[in-house]
């Protein structure tokens, strides 16, 4: 089962990855594209509201699945999921919206393997059909699959499928399908021709008090970037609900990004790397290039505004965006080497936003190189620590708290709160 839903989870952000390449080159051939941000909000916003259902939840059905894990007999969750994120997220990125591809990923995985699940449970024996636990297997194998295959990270998105849906626990169960579905779904994706962006390898860097010292400030730093961004994100989404009909939400948004890219415009700095992914910031930053001091707020408050009115796409990619070029300032700042500090944080504010520090050390592997270990998973583990039980992820619950400040009662208390705000579709701000 974790083979047949990598192969799915492959083939989608596959299609999608080349889908995605295509965006970006007539926006920046044609910068007034940008202008046409509200209507294509509009547009998406309609769409949702008049077809997507249970699916315009995303992220949050999908973890709140593995959660509740409902009667393997009912399709949870639909179909139509994967098209319509395919389609948001793509007009989004045409017309400059600050969002990633993670969320598109993960979404087109989980819908496809429950998918899969629904067309066993239809032509199987009785007695050969997916039962319960193994539906939430194949969720886990979902998220997996298509979290390793985007990003071309098997390892991180093996451990991430398994880290992500409960704070300070790893689902071990879901080992076996998780890592068969990550490595076929990135085999996939490469065996296409789909090519992932590569980022310069970090040359080994030895153990030293004074750095180690550092790397800890830098990661306290990031994750206090990483609860800025989920508290700044969920204010905004509080702030549209406002608007009751939530197609006109993302033309507010439209017209604060357009705003925000006349400022910067007048004031001489170049709001264009702001727009979309941003990967040639976060490259730049890896490789040792001078930035903007506040580049990261800045992203940050683009890729906040876009989500938090309602446009379609991920927030990791922009996540990267941010630690990276944060991690570039922290190095002038802490006077360690700009290049090894972005890299470092390029995975630590991610580790912040989504509580998965393991997974997220284990990118930074992945894509910079192992000479450093020790170094990725202090960062990481120094952002998790400190940035709080919030997380991009709404419906992630808490297995054990970071702080003994959360006592019991309060845990059982955010649990519930976040399974009833999954379940009834709230909005994150709610």
């Given at each position: 089962?974790?083979?047949?839903?990598?192969?799915?989870?492959?083939?989608?952000?596959?299609?999608?990855?080349?889908?995605?390449?295509?965006?970006?080159?007539?926006?920046?051939?044609?910068?007034?594209?940008?202008?046409?941000?509200?209507?294509?909000?509009?547009?998406?916003?309609?769409?949702?509201?008049?077809?997507?259902?249970?699916a315009?939840?995303?992220?949050?059905?999908?973890?709140?699945?593995?959660?509740?894990n409902q009667?393997?007999?009912?399709r949870?969750?639909p179909?139509?999921?994967?098209?319509?994120?395919?389609l948001g997220?793509?007009?989004?990125?045409?017309?400059?919206g600050?969002?990633?591809?993670?969320?598109?990923?993960?979404?087109?995985?989980?819908?496809?393997?429950?998918?899969?699940?629904?067309l066993?449970?239809?032509w199987?024996?009785?007695?050969?059909r997916?039962?319960?636990?193994?539906?939430?297997?194949?969720?886990?194998?979902g998220?997996?699959?298509g979290?390793?295959?985007?990003?071309?990270?098997?390892?991180?998105?093996?451990?991430?499928g398994?880290?992500?849906q409960?704070?300070?626990?790893?689902?071990?169960?879901?080992l076996?399908?998780?890592?068969?579905?990550?490595?076929v779904?990135?085999l996939?994706?490469?065996?296409?021709?789909?090519?992932?962006?590569?980022?310069?390898h970090?040359?080994?860097?030895?153990?030293?008090?004074?750095?180690?010292?550092?790397?800890?400030?830098?990661?306290?730093?990031?994750g206090?970037?990483?609860?800025?961004f989920?508290?700044?994100?969920?204010?905004?989404?509080h702030?549209?609900?406002?608007?009751?009909n939530?197609?006109?939400?993302?033309?507010?948004g439209g017209?604060?990004?357009?705003?925000l890219?006349?400022?910067?415009t007048?004031?001489?700095?170049?709001?264009?790397?702001?727009?979309?992914?941003?990967v040639?910031?976060?490259l730049?930053?890896?490789?040792?290039?001078?930035?903007?001091?506040?580049?990261?707020?800045?992203?940050?408050?683009?890729?906040?505004v876009?989500?938090?009115?309602?446009f379609?796409g991920?927030?990791?990619?922009p996540l990267f965006?941010?630690?990276?070029?944060?991690?570039?300032?922290?190095?002038?700042?802490?006077?360690?080497?700009?290049?090894?500090?972005?890299?470092?944080?390029?995975?630590?504010?991610?580790?912040?936003?989504?509580?998965?520090?393991?997974?997220?050390?284990?990118?930074?592997?992945?894509?910079?190189?192992?000479a450093?270990p020790?170094?990725?998973?202090?960062?990481?583990a120094?952002?998790?620590?400190?940035?709080?039980?919030r997380?991009?992820?709404?419906?992630?619950?808490?297995?054990?708290?970071?702080?003994?400040?959360?006592?019991a009662?309060?845990?059982?208390?955010?649990?519930?709160?976040?399974?009833?705000?999954?379940?009834?579709?709230?909005?994150?701000?709610?």
């Amino acid at each position: 089962l974790g083979g047949a839903v990598g192969f799915l989870g492959g083939l989608a952000p596959a299609f999608f990855l080349v889908t995605l390449d295509g965006p970006p080159r007539p926006r920046l051939a044609n910068p007034n594209l940008l202008f046409g941000l509200p209507l294509a909000g509009f547009a998406v916003g309609w769409v949702y509201q008049r077809f997507g259902g249970i699916a315009a939840q995303g992220n949050t059905l999908v973890i709140e699945e593995v959660h509740s894990n409902q009667d393997s007999t009912l399709r949870r969750i639909p179909r139509r999921m994967a098209p319509l994120i395919l389609l948001g997220t793509v007009i989004t990125h045409l017309f400059g919206g600050s969002a990633g591809r993670e969320g598109t990923a993960l979404q087109m995985g989980a819908s496809l393997a429950d998918g899969l699940r629904g067309l066993l449970q239809r032509w199987l024996p009785i007695r050969l059909r997916p039962t319960p636990p193994e539906r939430r297997l194949m969720l886990m194998a979902g998220i997996s699959g298509g979290f390793g295959a985007v990003f071309g990270t098997p390892v991180a998105g093996a451990v991430f499928g398994m880290e992500v849906q409960t704070i300070g626990r790893v689902r071990y169960e879901g080992l076996v399908p998780c890592l068969v579905a990550a490595y076929v779904g990135d085999l996939v994706v490469r065996g296409l021709g789909v090519a992932h962006t590569h980022y310069p390898h970090i040359a080994h860097v030895e153990i030293a008090p004074v750095l180690l010292l550092k790397v800890a400030m830098a990661g306290v730093v990031c994750g206090l970037v990483s609860h800025l961004f989920i508290e700044l994100n969920h204010a905004i989404k509080h702030a549209s609900t406002r608007i009751r009909n939530s197609a006109l939400r993302p033309v507010l948004g439209g017209f604060v990004i357009i705003a925000l890219t006349l400022v910067l415009t007048r004031l001489g700095i170049p709001a264009s790397d702001y727009l979309g992914l941003g990967v040639p910031l976060a490259l730049g930053s890896t490789q040792g290039q001078a930035v903007f001091a506040l580049a990261f707020l800045l992203k940050l408050i683009y890729t906040a505004v876009t989500l938090g009115t309602g446009f379609l796409g991920g927030e990791v990619t922009p996540l990267f965006v941010i630690g990276a070029t944060l991690g570039s300032s922290l190095g002038r700042w802490l006077n360690v080497d700009p290049a090894f500090m972005a890299s470092l944080g390029f995975v630590a504010v991610f580790a912040g936003a989504s509580n998965a520090p393991i997974a997220c050390a284990l990118m930074g592997l992945e894509l910079f190189g192992g000479a450093s270990p020790v170094y990725f998973l202090l960062i990481c583990a120094a952002a998790y620590l400190t940035s709080g039980h919030r997380s991009i992820y709404v419906t992630q619950r808490i297995g054990v708290p970071k702080s003994p400040t959360v006592n019991a009662h309060a845990d059982e208390r955010v649990r519930d709160f976040s399974a009833r705000r999954g379940k009834e579709g709230l909005s994150e701000g709610s």
